[in-house]
């Protein structure tokens, strides 16, 4: 079995993975990255901290080590 990295718009993940179930379970895996999550949530708490930040409902960002 070989690995290929493909990055699709997300126009197209939901009719891109429609096609990747159709096939034999046995010949295709999809597997995540599990670093991409993490990077996501991470940028999803930055803007959420910011946002506090301009409201005013917050002074100081917290320290995300």
């Given amino acids: 079995m ?5 990055k699709i718009s997300d126009d197209y993940f939901d009719r891109f993975v429609a096609f990747v ?4 379970k046995k010949a295709v895996k999809i597997t995540e ?3 991409s999550k993490e990077i996501e949530t991470f940028q999803n708490n930055i803007k959420e901290a910011f ?3 301009k409201a005013g409902r917050v002074k100081s960002i917290r320290t995300i080590k």
């Avoid at 070989?2 to 493909?6: A, E, V």
């Fill in 21 to 24: 179930d159709m096939l034999p």
């Fill in 2 to 6: 070989r690995t290929l990295t493909l």
């Fill in 51 to 53: 946002d506090d930040v």
């Fill in 33 to 35: 990255d599990k670093k």
